[in-house]
């Protein structure tokens, strides 16, 4: 199996400017990916120790990178065919992916037969063999249960088992997910291993934390930081529009238009004009005059009880 994101999912250097994605506006700080990190440390000291024990032969897990992609991003890493645990974090909503790949799968097999290991063939598992497979990661979803007791009180439970990324629809294409990648050597096997978590499952998890974990000193620093960025948002100018309700033209119509013509609107003068921002309504107000410029008077809007009005 290749190396699960090996150019993608390596940590990016710390120097010089970072690109934005405007697709994922909300991206794990640093703080978060270390709280993660210490996390999965944790889960692959213990998985290692299990895979030894349990195979009776040499074997490791170490984490090599964490970082946050899009679920058909992280998809388009994957081997085909690979081993696709499909899990649940109860109470915790979303569906978890344990990834390995089948090589790797097929050797642990192997050794809790008593074989030696070595090369193995790619086929779908056995009806011996699948019971085996889910001994084992039912095991493994132990060691994460333990990994993540510090951050949240999880029950892993395995559900399915596939083969194929590309019909497993976990997520959405766009959904955002964290992975974490693993190097997991098994006797002479290795391969990258990979486990993906919902963004939308472990941000509050995290942001719980760090709330609990912040502090006084960095707690302070945080709420300036907010309070700055909410004036710089309040002052910021915005184009506002009043406008009367669209109406629709034939293209001939409007092709042939000539100053002078009288478009009808529709509008009815008992009505009060949208004020929109970004083509967004927010307030209603009918047109008039403040002098000698013009103006509109915010007036309630028609699905709204009486309110005092205001000049805009």
Known sequence: ????????????????????????????????????????????????????????????????????????????TLANPTILALVSLDPLPGTVLMEMSSPAVMTAIDHMLGGPGGPQPERPLTDVEMPLLRGLMERMLGELRYGFETLVDINPKLRDIEYNAQFLRAHQPGDAVVIASFEMK???????????????????????????????????????????????????PIDVAVRFHPIRMRTDDIVDLRPGDVVPLGHPISVPLDVTVNDTVFAHAVPGNQGARLACLVVPSPQEPSKEVGRL
């Open 1 to 76: 199996m290749p190396a699960v994101g090996r150019g993608k999912m390596s940590r990016r250097g710390t120097g010089g400017p970072a690109p934005y994605d405007f697709r994922r506006p909300i991206k794990l700080s640093r703080e978060h990916v270390r709280t993660l990190q210490i996390a999965f440390e944790t889960y692959a000291r213990g998985c290692g120790t299990l895979l030894t024990t349990r195979l009776r032969v040499v074997s490791s897990v170490t984490l090599n990178s964490i970082e946050q992609l899009n679920y058909d991003e992280y998809v388009a």
């Open 186 to 236: 098994i006797g002479t096997e290795e391969c990258v291993a990979s486990i993906c978590l919902p963004f939308n499952t472990i941000l509050p998890v995290l942001e719980h934390h760090e709330a609990i974990e912040l502090t006084p000193a960095e707690r302070l620093a945080r709420d300036v930081a907010l309070r700055n960025l909410t004036g710089g948002l309040s002052a910021a």
